[in-house]
């Protein structure tokens, strides 16, 4: 009977410590990395937000992460439309989130970013790869409420794209983790 209470505790233990090991899950960013001269890291995350792209004149959502640098936090984009794009994101221009509880976080442009164009047989596409400042208080509520939707503006152009999936999540634990 003794023999059967040390091998009961001993799995109870075991499925504990196992169910801890799981729950803590370890952050992973694609890159890490340190200044040699001012000691500054940077960190940061990507995901795909769309896996296949068509060409279509519907604008192509590749990637969205978020990263740090030193005590700075970001939100980044990438996004391509069709065509020979002109138009610039500004300084200052806002990129809004809408989260699962329904509040909404802003982050803001803190450079301009024009687009690059490419051409392949078929046509001529731009690509805008965005940086946008966002506060800690506003990760922080990306960290408990997944993103379901974000709006950017380039120009007088609104692109707007719903999450789902895997992505929200990823984002959720992008958030907690980049907050470490």
């Known amino acids: 009977m003794k023999l059967v209470l040390k091998i009961l505790s ?3 233990i075991f499925l504990f410590l196992c169910t801890v090991q799981l729950s803590a899950q370890k952050c992973k960013f694609k890159y890490e ?3 040699p001269i001012t000691g500054e890291v940077t960190k940061g995350t990507k995901f795909v937000v769309e896996a296949q792209w068509m060409i279509t004149s519907k604008p192509f959502h ?3 992460g978020i990263s740090r640098i030193g005590d700075t936090y970001f939100i980044e984009i990438e996004i391509m439309v069709a065509g020979n794009a002109r138009e610039f994101i ?3 221009d806002p990129f809004v989130v809408k989260l699962a509880n329904d509040e909404t976080i802003t982050a803001y442009s803190q450079a301009e970013f024009r687009p690059t164009q490419q051409a392949n047989q078929n046509l001529i596409y731009s690509t805008y790869i965005a940086k946008y400042e ?3 208080l506003s ?3 990306m960290a408990k409420s997944p993103p379901t939707f974000y709006r950017l503006n380039i120009e007088a152009k609104t692109y707007d794209k719903n999450l789902s999936g895997p992505v929200q999540k990823q984002l959720s634990q992008a958030a907690k983790c980049i907050l470490q």
């Open 10 to 12: 001993l799995g109870i």
């Open 33 to 35: 990395k340190k200044d």
């Open 62 to 64: 590749r990637f969205i």
């Open 90 to 92: 500004s300084i200052g």
């Open 134 to 136: 966002i506060d800690e």
């Open 139 to 141: 990760l922080q509520k």
